[in-house]
Structures are given as structure tokens and as C-alpha cells.
């Protein structure tokens, strides 16, 4: 069965400290990989996107990692700030694009 | 900028009436769009697939009659939930993309609160 599969559900973390997301697929065969912040309210926004090749991707205070052999991304976020507190999305795209399945998402909580 | 324009971004109405979510593109042509509704604290759930041209394909569990897809043109694609009720109080999201595997770029949502 494809599916996504992000951890932890939420997350509280003090402003100025790191954080790692993680993201598990089982989707196959697979296209790329893409993280979205979306603020409450409001419509998802491109973070970063990742191919099958591409092992790390960088985007500002923004790191995604890609391990396609064991199915894992992360996106880890640098010295926190409170307009990071959102929900991050990872969405997976197979069957040469056909297919998109989105994860439940990961609630931030950044605070002062 | 925006690429994908949404509109309204929110909307009250009485329980019965219909109301019309509409989904445009601003910069190039969108062949196919995606529509979603969110739920409080839960993430996007794919309602159907807007083609231009021809009939939207809907997701499992999703009434082609309540949720009525139109794409006539290119640039616009519009979610007419019809006799609203309470239930159907939602976060309504569109995107689409420029190519099949490329970024998804999604509106910036419409919130819909049926009394």
C-alpha cells in the first residue's frame, strides 16, 4: 500500500533551536519528493523538491535529506524562528507523476 | 508572486444554498487542476482532479452531484458546492502544476462556513 508517513505529529521547540522532521514513504516507483510549509489559514508553499539522485537539498535556514534506498526524508530547520511555526507537509509524487500522496504533516510550535 | 489565484478566500452561507469556489492560474496554462478540503488539524485530502476540456475524475467518497468541478477554460477551474450543509464546513484548496512531476502550487484556500 503507498503510503506517507510523517513524525512527530507536533513538535514545541524555543526560538533560536534546531529541529528535524521526518518523513517515511512506501510509494513506488518514485518520482520526487517535495516538503511544503503551510502557515494556518492559508494555502501550502514550496519548501524544497528532490529527486531520486539528489541526496540533500538546501533552501535558507531549509535542509532536506533524501535516503532512497530505505524510503526516508528529513527536513531539518536552523536556529528556529517564530514565524516557523506552521505545518510541514511532506508530499510524495510516483507513477512518473501520476500520483501525488501527501502526509499528515508535522505542526511546529516555535516559541519565544 | 502568486502563481495560482483562489477566490473567495472566505465565504458564509445559510444551509441549502450553493456556493462557487473559483481557481486560477496567473501565468501559465493549467491543463489539469487538483482540488482539496482540510479539516481542522488535518492535512489536505484530494477531492478530485480537474481536467480541461472533459469530466473531473473524483476520489473515492466524494459526490460528483454535491462537488460540481468545471474547468471551460485553460486558466480556471471553479468547485461549486451545491445545497451546503454545516458538514461541508471546510478549507477548500486548489493547485496545480506546470508540468505532470514538477512543484504543486496550491491557492491560498477558501474557508467555507455553511450555518
Known amino acids: 500500500k503507498n503510503q506517507v508517513e510523517q513524525s512527530p505529529q507536533s513538535l514545541i521547540i524555543l526560538e533560536g533551536?534546531?529541529?528535524?522532521?521526518?518523513?517515511?514513504y512506501t510509494v513506488s516507483p518514485f518520482s520526487n519528493l517535495r516538503w511544503y510549509k503551510q502557515d494556518t489559514g492559508r494555502g501550502?508553499?514550496?519548501?524544497?523538491?528532490?529527486?531520486?539522485?539528489?541526496?540533500?537539498?538546501s533552501n535558507g535556514r531549509y535542509t532536506a535529506t533524501l535516503d532512497a534506498d530505505t524510503?526516508?526524508?528529513s527536513l531539518h530547520i536552523t536556529a528556529s524562528q517564530l514565524s516557523d511555526s506552521a505545518s510541514y507537509i511532506?508530499?510524495?509524487?510516483?507513477?512518473?507523476?501520476f500520483k501525488t500522496i501527501f502526509g499528515a504533516g508535522t505542526r511546529l510550535f516555535v516559541k519565544a | 508572486g502568486a502563481v495560482v489565484s483562489q477566490h473567495p478566500s472566505w465565504v458564509i452561507c445559510k444551509s441549502?444554498?450553493?456556493?462557487?469556489?473559483?481557481?486560477?492560474?496567473?501565468?501559465f496554462q493549467a491543463t489539469t487542476m487538483f482540488w482539496y478540503r482540510q479539516f481542522p488539524k488535518q492535512s489536505l485530502m484530494l477531492m478530485a482532479t480537474s481536467n480541461e476540456g472533459s469530466k473531473a475524475t473524483y476520489e473515492q467518497g466524494?459526490?460528483?452531484d454535491k462537488f460540481l468541478i468545471n474547468h471551460a477554460s485553460l486558466t480556471l477551474s471553479t468547485l461549486t458546492v451545491t445545497s451546503a450543509h454545516p458538514e461541508d464546513s471546510s478549507?477548500?484548496?486548489?493547485?496545480?502544476?506546470?508540468?505532470?512531476?514538477?512543484?504543486?502550487?496550491f491557492g491560498e484556500g477558501s474557508r467555507l462556513t455553511v450555518l
Do not use: W
Not at chain 2, 478549507?91 to 502550487?105: K, M, P, V, W
Open chain 2, 62 to 64: 466524494v459526490e460528483k
Open chain 1, 44 to 57: 501550502p508553499v514550496s519548501l524544497t523538491i528532490m529527486t531520486f539522485s539528489e541526496n540533500t537539498k
Open chain 1, 17 to 24: 533551536k534546531n529541529c528535524t522532521l521526518q518523513c517515511n
Open chain 1, 90 to 97: 511532506c508530499v510524495v509524487t510516483y507513477t512518473g507523476g
Open chain 2, 16 to 27: 441549502g444554498t450553493s456556493v462557487k469556489i473559483e481557481c486560477r492560474s496567473l501565468d
Open chain 1, 71 to 73: 524510503k526516508q526524508s
Open chain 2, 91 to 105: 478549507f477548500y484548496i486548489c493547485s496545480t502544476n506546470r508540468d505532470r512531476a514538477g512543484e504543486l502550487f
